[in-house]
């Protein structure tokens, strides 16, 4: 290591024969520098505070006397940063308790012994260099793990997706479905008044857990999930299960417990399904017993559902989706829901104009 | 260094030793820095605050004194000045200035042992 790289020794004293002696000690271990009075050494040091490794600073100089750099430098908070020595041939009680309450790291009498003031001022040089060091790396380290965080954050997002994808492949639908229900869930919950109780954080733990609500269907048989026509009573009651399936699944996967978006994901997963009315499945939960999450992630599928081709059926137009949706065709749901559904469904519509290509 | 010079010093009152130790053995660093023993102006500052009746400066002097002394080892008037330097802070102008009988002394037989006449310091 240069000197240079061992940082500036900056020695405050009027006394150029102290000044010649106390360089003579440090200069083959620091880069030295000189200030004659107390006002010319406080203006170096406030210059480039972090080149300082450390300052020698005599109490009675002109122009500004030790103590007085002291409470400048302390009012600065740089007693914490910079270790400071007082270096005096009159330490009185006083003066050495107004420095080591100012914050000075030690007290060196003159005339100086070598080989201690020597000792002394490289061991506490040492100790803030380390320190420095230690905390620069800690800060590094911290970056690092907030970074890593982002990334598992992404990572499961991703693979949230890619499972809930597998399983809409199977019904013949692209990822979009998922993707769609996502951002329709997100901005019924953060644009409209139905999120007012709910914090941002918690709106992107429902947008995540929404892509979930029909994992369920991983347990419907293939001739069941793309038959093109109309299912029979029995068929359709397989088909039903998926919600309660859904929900035993993601129950079943220990992990997901600890995860934010699990109470969300279950809780959509199994009552999706559900009527503001009480007519829906699998419980036949009536109006509030639905909870908000729940409602919102049924509306968006039916609207979702209406607005594309599906195996059953072709898309609709979107005044027939909104007429149908109004006139309760495709179940029953919150008045308050509906109206704030309106209120944004122009900036909905969207996500289906842009996939058409028609934008 | 010879040992001539360095028993000329210690003639005027200088601990060579201890003052070579001070500048980690560097001994034209040291000759320097007594050379900047005589040129300092302190000592005819004292002097002349000392007859002008001004304690205040006479101690500045003093305490400037009392630290390059010390730093050269110059033990007898370091120890001089250490009482002057409280003598004259206490406000005690007329003792401040009887201790210029013991001083006045060493300072001339340092200053001409510095310049390399010690044999008329009258060691």
């Known amino acids: 290591m240069s000197n240079e790289e061992r940082g500036v020794l900056l020695i405050v004293d009027d006394d150029a024969i102290n000044r010649a002696v ?5 200069a083959a271990d620091y880069a030295i520098e000189e200030a004659e009075n107390g006002a010319a050494g406080l203006e170096k040091i406030l210059a480039e505070p972090d080149r300082l490794c450390a300052v020698l600073l005599d109490v009675v100089m002109p122009a500004m006397d030790g103590l007085e750099v002291l409470r400048r430098l302390r009012r600065e908070d740089l007693l914490r940063r910079i270790p400071v020595f007082l270096i005096t041939a009159e330490a ?5 308790q107004e420095a080591y309450s100012l914050g000075v790291m030690d007290v060196i009498s003159k005339p100086v012994v070598p080989y201690l003031v020597r000792r002394r001022v490289r061991s506490v040089i040492e100790l803030f260099q380390a320190r420095r060091q230690l905390s620069r790396t800690v800060e590094s380290q911290r970056e690092r793990l907030l970074r890593q965080a982002e990334e598992i954050i992404a990572l499961n997002q991703g693979m949230v997706e890619t499972l809930a994808t597998a399983i809409e492949f ?7 479905h998922v993707r769609r229900i996502h951002d329709i869930t997100k901005s019924l919950l953060s644009e409209t008044a139905l999120g007012k109780d709910l914090a941002p954080e918690e709106i992107e733990e429902i947008a995540l857990a929404s892509i979930l609500h029909d994992v369920g269907k991983i347990a419907v048989p293939d001739a069941i999930l793309n038959k093109p026509g109309r299912l029979t009573a029995e068929e359709f009651e397989v088909m039903k299960t998926h919600t309660v399936q859904g929900a035993a699944l993601l129950d079943r996967i220990p992990q997901l417990h600890r995860h934010r978006s699990y109470r969300y994901a279950v ?6 399904h559900e009527r503001w009315d009480g007519r829906g499945y699998p419980d036949g939960l009536k109006g509030d017993e639905i909870s ?6 049924s509306l968006a599928d039916v609207y979702d559902a209406l607005s594309c081709k599906r195996v059953y059926k072709d898309a609709f137009p979107r005044e027939r989706v909104l007429e149908m949706i109004r006139n309760g065709e495709c179940g029953v749901f919150n008045p308050e829901l509906l109206r704030c559904f309106f209120e944004i469904e122009e900036e909905l519509s969207g996500l289906y104009q842009k996939e058409a290509g028609l934008v | 260094m010879t040992s ?6 210690e003639a005027g009152g200088i601990d060579v030793a201890q003052a070579l130790e001070r500048v980690m053995g560097n001994e034209a660093l040291l000759e320097r820095l007594l050379g900047k023993f005589l040129d300092a102006p302190q000592y005819h500052a004292l002097c002349a605050a000392l007859e002008r009746g001004d304690p205040e400066q006479a101690a500045a002097a003093a305490h400037t004194m009392k630290g390059m002394c010390g730093n050269l080892s110059m033990t007898e008037l370091f120890r001089l ?7 004259l802070r206490g406000g005690d102008l007329v003792a401040g200035r009887e201790m210029m009988a013991q001083i006045t ?3 001339e037989r340092a200053t001409a042992a510095i310049r390399g006449r010690a044999e008329d310091g009258g060691a």
């Open chain 1, 22 to 26: 106390l360089e003579e000690i440090f």
């Open chain 1, 92 to 96: 009185g009680d006083q003066v050495l």
């Open chain 1, 170 to 176: 199977r019904s013949e639908e692209s990822g979009d």
């Open chain 1, 267 to 272: 809780d959509i997963a199994r009552h999706h």
């Open chain 1, 292 to 297: 908000l999450w729940a409602q919102v992630v």
């Open chain 2, 4 to 9: 001539e010079r360095i028993r000329q010093l």
């Open chain 2, 81 to 87: 000045f250490t009482m002057q330097v409280e003598t």
């Open chain 2, 105 to 107: 002394p060493a300072y």
